[in-house]
């Protein structure tokens, strides 16, 4: 154990380590252990050794200050498995991921930005959802927490199709598939996260990747399709065109850049031809268009064509689109879902949202990017809900990119970093009372929304925050506000409205809501 001198816990058990000491709330335990013995230590998760971070001055000074130094990611058994250290989530911290995530934010910038693709095609979903509802209303009419979530998760996923495929999906049957492929790969997420600390647990491996790998395979397919139609208008392209043709969505200002990328031809070309992804279209078709690419280039235009980014590859494209669904759907949805369940345990607060709400935008017209700015108190309720629940209560684990002094501690390369960003949105020395719900402390004294504060970072920083943090909350906007616009929330159950155990949630990849019943009313 090279982590030389950083605190340890005081006891463990041999093969399990502190398991069970975290329990299923580690992050509750981590913010203890911190009063104890220092807002930074070590615990052992199975054998695996792993310092965590806690506290807003702490964490800020890693993830910003040593920003290079903490964005490495651990080598995770299952990720590694399925996405191979590809794409961007579970990638290194290196030149790949560098060009990936740079790609990645400005297309999401490109869709997400005012009147685009995303809000248009995130308000007829939400249109499509509202008519659903009203359909079924009757005074009995609840949900679940589950049916709100995959309600609303219907949403997200019909946007980050139209942002990576240029379109929804509009065939209800294989939507309804692909909807159950992305929440059977998130529960097989937290079940794979055993496989790192406890190597006994790897007898499952085949079973949980059999069933990772049918999501892989069905966006493969969906991204083949895509290259097909790529493949028939390639004539037309013009690479040298710097508008925006043919980049109408990510697949298309993908396959344009690397179609372009003139630096793959000798030694790299080979990695773009290699796919692993079990999709034999998928395989096809990029050998097709690597051919296709090959053909094309002459002495002429090999000196024109310049290549923006160098390290794209066919086997980065499906890891990329696989990030873009694993990230950017339940998240979001998770979180809409506890703002409706803090609406519901909180009346006061859902008559201040209704009457912004009516006063800004009446009771007809949906809402649109440019009201944002002036609804205050619903962004104060939105980052309130964040905050509470902060739904990666651990960050995605880190690790260290080479061997660092940190606050007098010696870590070495690769050490295995758990940063716990719940102890930041409970921090007592940045907010008052942090375990009480209070959307005002995000209001001004003129009344206007004021987000800065340290600990505030849902969406994490420094090198490796979240890339999606504007399209989210932009469709976080553009959901609730249509909802509580049209219904009124409450507890179908009045007693769980006081019920704190069932107010912490459940413990997931995320912090997800408690299993209660909600009773809509139309207004
Ligand atoms: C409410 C919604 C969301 C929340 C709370 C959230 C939060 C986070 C957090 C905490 C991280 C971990 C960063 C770290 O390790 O420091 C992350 C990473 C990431 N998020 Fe989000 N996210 C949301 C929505 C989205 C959306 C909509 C997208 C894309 C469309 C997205 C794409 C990503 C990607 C690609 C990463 C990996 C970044 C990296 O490893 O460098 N997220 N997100």
């Given at each position: 154990?090279?982590?030389?001198?950083?605190?340890?816990?005081?006891?463990?058990?041999?093969?399990?380590?502190?398991?069970?000491?975290?329990?299923?709330?580690?992050?509750?335990?981590?913010?203890?252990?911190?009063?104890?013995?220092?807002?930074?230590?070590?615990?052992?998760?199975?054998?695996?050794?792993?310092?965590?971070?806690?506290?807003?001055?702490?964490?800020?000074?890693?993830?910003?200050?040593?920003?290079?130094?903490?964005?490495?990611?651990?080598?995770?058994?299952?990720?590694?498995?399925?996405?191979?250290?590809?794409?961007?989530?579970?990638?290194?911290?290196?030149?790949?991921?560098?060009?990936?995530?740079?790609?990645?934010?400005?297309?999401?910038?490109?869709?997400?930005?005012?009147?685009?693709?995303?809000?248009?095609?995130?308000?007829?979903?939400?249109?499509?959802?509202?008519?659903?509802?009203?359909?079924?209303?009757?005074?009995?009419?609840?949900?679940?927490?589950?049916?709100?979530?995959?309600?609303?998760?219907?949403?997200?996923?019909?946007?980050?199709?139209?942002?990576?495929?240029?379109?929804?999906?509009?065939?209800?049957?294989?939507?309804?598939?692909?909807?159950?492929?992305?929440?059977?790969?998130?529960?097989?997420?937290?079940?794979?996260?055993?496989?790192?600390?406890?190597?006994?647990?790897?007898?499952?491996?085949?079973?949980?990747?059999?069933?990772?790998?049918?999501?892989?395979?069905?966006l493969n397919n969906l991204i083949s399709e895509k290259m097909e139609e790529y493949n028939?208008?390639?004539?037309?392209?013009?690479?040298?065109?710097?508008?925006?043709?043919?980049?109408?969505?990510?697949?298309?200002?993908?396959?344009?850049?690397?179609?372009?990328?003139?630096?793959?031809?000798?030694?790299?070309?080979?990695?773009?031809?290699?796919?692993?992804?079990?999709?034999?279209?998928?395989?096809?078709?990029?050998?097709?268009?690597?051919?296709?690419?090959?053909?094309?280039?002459?002495?002429?235009?090999?000196?024109?064509?310049?290549?923006?980014?160098?390290?794209?590859?066919?086997?980065?494209?499906?890891?990329?689109?696989?990030?873009?669904?694993?990230?950017?759907?339940?998240?979001?949805?998770?979180?809409?879902?506890?703002?409706?369940?803090?609406?519901?345990?909180?009346?006061?607060?859902?008559?201040?949202?209704?009457?912004?709400?009516?006063?800004?935008?009446?009771?007809?017209?949906?809402?649109?990017?440019?009201?944002?700015?002036?609804?205050?108190?619903?962004?104060?309720?939105?980052?309130?809900?964040?905050?509470?629940?902060?739904?990666?209560?651990?960050?995605?684990?880190?690790?260290?990119?080479?061997?660092?002094?940190?606050?007098?501690?010696?870590?070495?390369?690769?050490?295995?970093?758990?940063?716990?960003?719940?102890?930041?949105?409970?921090?007592?020395?940045?907010?008052?009372?942090?375990?009480?719900?209070?959307?005002?402390?995000?209001?001004?004294?003129?009344?206007?929304?004021?987000?800065?504060?340290?600990?505030?970072?849902?969406?994490?920083?420094?090198?490796?925050?979240?890339?999606?943090?504007?399209?989210?909350?932009?469709?976080?906007?553009?959901?609730?506000?249509?909802?509580?616009?049209?219904?009124?929330?409450?507890?179908?159950?009045?007693?769980?409205?006081?019920?704190?155990?069932?107010?912490?949630?459940?413990?997931?990849?995320?912090?997800?809501?408690?299993?209660?019943?909600?009773?809509?009313?139309?207004?």
């Amino acid at each position: 154990n090279k982590i030389l001198n950083v605190p340890s816990i005081p006891w463990c058990l041999p093969l399990l380590g502190n398991i069970l000491q975290l329990g299923d709330r580690p992050y509750e335990k981590m913010l203890e252990w911190s009063k104890k013995y220092g807002p930074i230590f070590k615990v052992y998760i199975g054998s695996q050794p792993v310092v965590v971070l806690n506290g807003t001055d702490l964490i800020r000074e890693a993830l910003i200050d040593n920003g290079e130094s903490f964005a490495g990611r651990p080598h995770l058994y299952m990720t590694h498995a399925t996405l191979k250290g590809k794409g961007v989530i579970s990638s290194p911290y290196n030149f790949d991921l560098h060009e990936h995530k740079k790609f990645l934010q400005t297309s999401l910038n490109k869709f997400g930005r005012r009147r685009s693709s995303l809000e248009i095609n995130c308000l007829q979903t939400i249109r499509e959802t509202l008519d659903e509802y009203r359909e079924r209303i009757d005074d009995k009419f609840e949900f679940t927490n589950n049916q709100m979530k995959n309600s609303i998760s219907k949403i997200t996923s019909q946007n980050v199709l139209t942002m990576t495929f240029g379109t929804r999906m509009h065939d209800k049957k294989n939507f309804s598939h692909l909807m159950d492929l992305i929440t059977e790969n998130f529960e097989n997420t937290a079940v794979a996260a055993a496989f790192n600390f406890l190597p006994i647990t790897r007898i499952f491996k085949a079973f949980i990747l059999k069933n990772v790998m049918k999501c892989s395979e069905f966006l493969n397919n969906l991204i083949s399709e895509k290259m097909e139609e790529y493949n028939e208008i390639i004539d037309q392209i013009d690479y040298d065109d710097e508008s925006e043709k043919f980049e109408s969505n990510i697949i298309e200002c993908y396959l344009k850049e690397l179609m372009n990328n003139v630096c793959m031809i000798d030694n790299k070309l080979s990695d773009s031809f290699y796919t692993n992804r079990l999709t034999p279209s998928y395989n096809n078709v990029s050998r097709r268009l690597t051919e296709k690419r090959r053909s094309s280039l002459t002495i002429e235009n090999l000196n024109r064509r310049k290549s923006r980014y160098t390290s794209f590859s066919f086997d980065h494209l499906s890891s990329v689109v696989q990030d873009l669904f694993i990230a950017g759907t339940e998240t979001i949805s998770t979180s809409l879902n506890w703002a409706i369940i803090f609406a519901a345990k909180y009346p006061c607060y859902q008559d201040k949202l209704i009457e912004e709400i009516e006063r800004i935008l009446g009771r007809e017209k949906l809402p649109t990017e440019s009201d944002r700015q002036k609804c205050h108190f619903v962004e104060a309720f939105l980052n309130e809900t964040m905050r509470m629940i902060s739904s990666g209560p651990i960050l995605v684990p880190r690790s260290t990119t080479k061997d660092l002094i940190f606050k007098g501690y010696k870590l070495p390369e690769n050490t295995f970093v758990m940063v716990n960003i719940w102890s930041c949105m409970r921090d007592p020395n940045y907010w008052c009372d942090p375990s009480e719900f209070k959307p005002e402390r995000f209001i001004d004294e003129n009344g206007n929304f004021k987000g800065r504060n340290p600990a505030m970072m849902p969406f994490s920083v420094g090198n490796r925050a979240c890339i999606g943090e504007s399209v989210a909350r932009l469709q976080m906007f553009l959901i609730f506000t249509s909802l509580v616009q049209k219904f009124s929330f409450s507890f179908a159950n009045e007693q769980d409205s006081n019920n704190e155990k069932l107010m912490r949630g459940i413990p997931g990849v995320g912090l997800n809501p408690p299993h209660i019943a909600i009773k809509l009313k139309l207004r």
